[in-house]
Each structure stands twice: as structure tokens, then as C-alpha cells.
């Protein structure tokens, strides 16, 4: 079986930081790109930040979060990080972490179940 799993955020007040955790995990899977959507309520699913594992290719991010969000990965582990910092009540959202990758030849294309970030004014 192969699965996303998330932890992390929570609610936190405005300015503050918080610090979201994935890994796709399951028997040979190999993952070739992660990455961080969000959806907040009445709006589309959105990129937030994405990066590739293995090749060393720079981080993309949405315009929104330049500056203030980071994004790393642990090519060992199938893990990515994103570290939120000056966090905005616009932040608000459920976050989702997507991998693309492959696995004895097949590619998949995984979801999280989605984690509840709350920001406060």
C-alpha cells in the first residue's frame, strides 16, 4: 500500500509559525516530486509550494508565500517539510500534501488527508 501521511499544524496566532511534516510511504515506492496545496473555504485547491527529490531542482513557490514559507525535503525518506513562518489569517486554509512518483513501474499520484491550519488575528 502506498499512502501520504501528514502532521502538524494547529492553530496559531498571526506572525507565528508552524511546521507541516509529510512522507509517502509504502514497499519500493520512489518519490519524484512533493509538494504543499492548500484549499480554504469557497476556493480552489492551490499550490503552495513544490519540490522535486532527487534531481536538485530549486523549490516552487506561490507568490503568496515567498518569502515567509519554506520547503525541504529528506530524499531518504520520501519526506518533505514546510516550515510557515509570519504566518497571515489569509494562510487559513486545510493544506495538502500531494507526491508523484513511481513504484515497480507504475506512477502514482498520492493525497494527503489534509491538515486544518488556523490563524488567528
Known amino acids: 500500500q502506498v499512502r501520504v501521511v501528514e502532521s502538524g499544524g494547529g492553530l496559531v496566532q498571526a506572525g507565528g509559525s508552524l511546521r507541516l511534516s509529510c512522507t509517502a510511504s509504502?514497499?519500493?515506492?520512489?518519490?519524484?516530486?512533493m509538494g504543499w496545496y492548500r484549499q480554504a473555504p469557497g476556493k480552489q485547491r492551490e499550490l503552495v509550494a513544490s519540490?522535486?527529490?532527487?534531481?536538485?531542482?530549486?523549490?516552487n513557490y506561490a507568490d503568496s508565500v515567498k518569502g515567509r514559507f519554506t520547503i525541504s525535503r529528506d530524499n531518504t525518506k520520501n519526506t518533505v517539510y514546510l516550515q510557515m513562518n509570519g504566518l497571515k489569517p489569509e494562510d487559513t486554509a486545510v493544506y495538502y500534501c500531494?507526491?508523484?512518483?513511481?513504484?515497480?513501474?507504475?506512477?502514482?499520484?498520492?493525497w494527503g488527508q489534509g491538515t486544518q491550519v488556523t490563524v488567528s488575528s
Open positions: 519540490i522535486t527529490i532527487r534531481t536538485g531542482g530549486a523549490p
Open positions: 500531494n507526491a508523484a512518483g513511481y513504484r515497480l513501474g507504475q506512477f502514482y499520484d498520492l
Open positions: 509504502g514497499s519500493f515506492f520512489i518519490a519524484n516530486a
